[in-house]
T-cell receptor, first 111, second 114 residues
Framework: GEDVEQSLFLSVREGDSSVINCTYT??????LYWYKQEPGAGLQLLTY?????DMKQDQRLTVLLNKKDKHLSLRIADTQTGDSAIYFC???????????FGGGTRLMVKP | NAGVTQTPKFQVLKTGQSMTLQCAQD?????MSWYRQDPGMGLRLIHY???????DQGEVPNGYNVSRSTTEDFPLRLLSAAPSQTSVYFC?????????????FGPGTRLTVL
């Protein structure tokens, strides 16, 4: 079945860039997603990328997709303390009716 | 719009008890789903529905039942609670033709089974 892997933890200083990485196994995924979860809250969709793209930029967020290596990354420029949260990557199946999530990366931003 | 609402926020059950977690959305979304979130495991899909009267199993459906009698509501029933069902449960909804590109999550229900 599908498997999505992420590193557990990332710590950066305020103002630096953060890069959160994700690997996935389902080569038929049409879309890949990044979600943010703040403490005690549900998930918030941050951005997504279509599988035929290799980069998408949205303000401070840059998503890079290497389809050959099945590697997805999320870069947050000028990271702020408000960016501290858990970040999940997810892939949708070919039918578009199921999402498979990674285990989440906890981002800690130090002042 | 209230978005996706879930009740209760917290619940403690004894092993063997049954209960229903409520989920409602007021965005006229066709697609609704239930996930459970366990530490270090991300979210796992329990059941989903692509419209009223249609439900299907996700990755971890055992021990849970769902029904979708209206577009707005998608309750999740625990038939006989077990400690392994201690988790945080999230409901989500989206338009079917948008896939998950406009998916909204509820605030979650934290369930403890003793």
């Amino acid at each position: 079945g599908e498997d999505v892997e992420q590193s557990l933890f990332l710590s950066v200083r305020e103002g630096d860039s953060s890069v959160i990485n994700c690997t996935y196994t389902d080569s038929s995924s049409t879309y890949l997603y990044w979600y943010k979860q703040e403490p005690g809250a549900g998930l918030q969709l941050l951005t997504y990328i279509f599988s035929n793209m290799d980069m998408k930029q949205d303000q401070r967020l840059t998503v890079l997709l290497n389809k050959k290596d099945k590697h997805l990354s999320l870069r947050i420029a000028d990271t702020q303390t408000g960016d501290s949260a858990i970040y999940f990557c997810a892939e949708s199946n070919n039918a578009g009716n199921m999402l498979t999530f990674g285990g989440g990366t906890r981002l800690m931003v130090k002042p | 719009n209230a978005g996706v609402t879930q009740t209760p926020k917290f619940q403690v059950l004894k092993t063997g008890q049954s209960m229903t977690l409520q989920c409602a959305q007021d965005m006229n979304h066709e697609y609704m789903s239930w996930y459970r979130q366990d530490p270090g495991m991300g979210l796992r899909l329990i059941h989903y529905s692509v419209g009223a009267g249609i439900t299907d199993q996700g990755e971890v459906p055992n021990g849970y039942n769902v029904s979708r009698s209206t577009t707005e509501d998608f309750p999740l029933r625990l038939l006989s609670a077990a400690p392994s069902q201690t988790s945080v449960y999230f409901c989500a909804s989206s338009y079917r033709d948008q896939g998950f590109r406009e998916q909204f999550f509820g605030p979650g229900t934290r369930l403890t089974v003793l």
